[in-house]
């Protein structure tokens, strides 16, 4: 691979590979439209808690937060995988509460389906609420022109305001 586009934490500080940040965009819980939290303005952590959590594998910044709301040393996932939309349809279908950062895709097909909820007490701009992902190659290594061109073509797409399209979407 001459590229990848993950979280950059792990990369960063590496002198084997080159990274170029992405714009962090916000993680939010959300559930289904019919979910009994759905209809609240807030929530709090233990009501958001006392639901089971449906994640995908994320980056340790979104397990602080999820440890830090749970008030426990650790906490695990009742359902955990790597693929969004299985996950999604999980939170769909049931009570459990999904979490989705602003500009997936999931978000953009769930339109209307999912409610974004608001966490008492959850700082909206803390750190860890947003993601920290980035094109990641190796250094010392020469691109070629194709990947060059996508990775311009991925910054083009990085710097257009699609959170607001992907919030518009969906009830907050």
């Known amino acids: 691979f001459e590229f990848f586009v993950a979280d950059t934490r792990h990369f960063e500080a590496n002198p084997d590979y080159h990274t170029h940040r992405l714009r962090p965009r916000r993680w939010h819980f959300c559930c289904r439209a019919g979910h009994p939290l759905a209809a609240r303005n807030s929530v709090s ?71 974004c909820l608001q966490i008492e007490g959850l700082d909206e701009n803390l750190e860890e609420r947003y993601t920290r992902y980035g094109v990641v190659s190796r250094a010392g290594y020469r ?17 257009r305001d699609e959170d607001a399209y992907a919030l518009e979407n969906i009830a907050v």
């Open 45 to 115: 952590a233990a009501e958001l808690m006392s639901y089971p959590l449906a994640v995908t594998i994320r980056p340790p910044n979104l397990r602080k937060v999820i440890v830090d709301l749970s008030g426990r040393p650790d906490y695990q996932p009742n359902v955990e995988c790597e693929n969004g939309y299985s996950l999604m349809g999980v939170v769909l279908r049931s009570d459990a509460i999904g979490i989705v950062s602003a500009n997936s895709d999931v978000l953009h097909m769930a339109r209307g389906e999912l409610v």
């Open 143 to 159: 691109l070629s022109p194709l990947a060059q061109a996508m990775i311009e073509q991925i910054k083009e797409i990085d710097e």
